[in-house]
């Protein structure tokens, strides 16, 4: 099974940092990664089943949202090489926000996959993705 892990402080408060990644459909704080996001179907940002295309290439739906724990979780279901259908299965990507709780405070967020298939190189290209987005996010939130 492949997998990947990346993770980021955000000096933000949690509730604002969460705002931010619960819209499934939004994707604003990132436009250095996210060129596109466009909305599929009826379903808002907020409700599991959500579907969206990222950048034109990524074809995503939200599958659980939750607001008390403050996670989500989705899949990517068609994309480019090295996460496309024929190459990978079962992909399912994790976001976790939880509030620091030492020092001055802030928000811990992580962002992780698992997906049977093509281990290594998709593993490679999903890093560089969700550590690019962690940037953006910790960029647009802190400035």
Known sequence: MG????????????????????????MSWAPEVVTR?????????????????LNEAFHETLHTLDDDN??????????????????????????????????DGGTFVEWYSHWKGNDESAAEFCHGIYAGLLGQLKKTLEH
């Open 3 to 26: 997998k990947t892990y990346q993770s980021v402080v955000v000096n933000a408060p949690v509730d604002t940092v969460w705002a931010k990644l619960r819209d499934f459909h939004d």
């Open 37 to 53: 996001v466009d909305a599929v179907g009826d379903k808002p940002g907020d409700q599991p089943g959500a579907k969206r295309v």
């Open 70 to 103: 403050r996670e989500l979780t989705y899949s990517i279901d068609e994309g480019p090489s090295p996460v496309s259908s024929n190459e990978v299965s079962s992909y399912e990507g994790h976001v976790v926000v939880r509030p620091v709780t030492e020092g």
